[in-house]
Nanobody, 125 residues
Framework: QVQLVESGGGLVQAGGSLRLSCAAS????????MGWFRQAPGKEREFVAA???????NYAGSVKGRFTISRDNAKNTVYLQMNSLKPEDTAVYSC???????????????????WGQGTQVTVSS
């Protein structure tokens, strides 16, 4: 099992920045790919970004150029730096871990075995 705990959410004005963190514990060697997903009220969960063990990344088109995902394997932590935030970025952001070895970091939620509880990000206009 891998336990994931997110932090860093909050309220920010449009154009501002936030950095989310996701700390992994337990069988962390199983976390080959780490991903961030988000879900806004009344909407389906959507992929945001992912990074695999070797540092390859994948981004949703809506956040590319504004968000940056990174990981510190020594600290078992993945980060999501969010810049130029927009009101439509408002959502609960969850991190997830994929234990499988894949060609690249997947954006398919069902590939992820472990999930955190999520952290709220609210962007005011």
């Amino acid at each position: 099992q891998v336990q994931l705990v997110e932090s860093g959410g909050g309220l920010v004005q449009a154009g501002g920045s936030l950095r989310l963190s996701c700390a992994a514990s337990g069988r962390t060697f199983s976390a080959n790919t780490m991903g961030w997903f988000r879900q806004a009220p009344g909407k389906e969960r959507e992929f945001v970004a992912a990074i695999n063990w070797s540092g390859n990344t994948n981004y949703a088109g809506s956040v590319k150029g504004r968000f940056t995902i990174s990981r510190d394997n020594a600290k078992n932590t993945v980060y999501l730096q969010m810049n130029s935030l927009k009101p439509e970025d408002t959502a609960v952001y969850s991190c997830a871990a994929d234990s499988a070895f894949r060609a690249g970091p997947t954006d398919w939620a069902r590939s992820y075995d472990f999930w955190g509880q999520g952290t709220q990000v609210t962007v005011s206009s």
